[in-house]
């Protein structure tokens, strides 16, 4: 199991931007698809974003709602993944969630690794 501590999320209001950090604990980090799930009060988790990498490509997926606002880029030498949120609405609201595991197939189906949880509030 990796460990993962996510952090940066906060209050703001709607059309602020906001980023999210998760530091994991694998030396082999880079070998890790790495992912942002969110859950708001009353719904189930859902998929966000995530990052596959290897020494010659990166690929990243977005959930439909969140294209072109949200950014998911990775620091492999700081262990790090993170979420760059733009253009931030009330529907954004959430518990966001770092994720972590061996293929995209796994990660989707949340199999992996999980952090604690950084809450995100969207006023308007």
């Known amino acids: 199991q990796v460990q993962l501590v996510e952090s940066g999320g906060g209050l703001v209001q709607a059309g602020d931007s906001l980023r999210l950090s998760c530091a994991a604990s694998?030396?082999?980090?880079?070998?890790?698809?790495m992912g942002w799930f969110r859950q708001a009060p009353g719904k189930e988790r859902e998929f966000v974003a995530a990052?596959?990498?290897?020494?010659?490509?990166?690929?990243?997926s977005y959930a439909d709602s969140v294209k072109g606002r949200f950014t998911i880029s990775r620091d492999n030498a700081k262990n790090t993944v993170y979420l760059q949120m733009n253009s931030l609405n009330p529907e954004d609201t959430a518990v966001y969630y770092c994720?972590?595991?061996?293929?995209?197939?796994?990660?989707?189906?949340?199999?992996?690794?999980w952090g604690q949880g950084t809450q995100v509030t969207v006023s308007s």
């Open positions: 990052i596959s990498w290897s020494s010659s490509w990166s690929s990243t």
């Open positions: 994720a972590a595991d061996r293929s995209i197939e796994r990660l989707r189906l949340m199999l992996g690794s």
């Open positions: 694998e030396r082999t980090f880079g070998s890790y698809v």
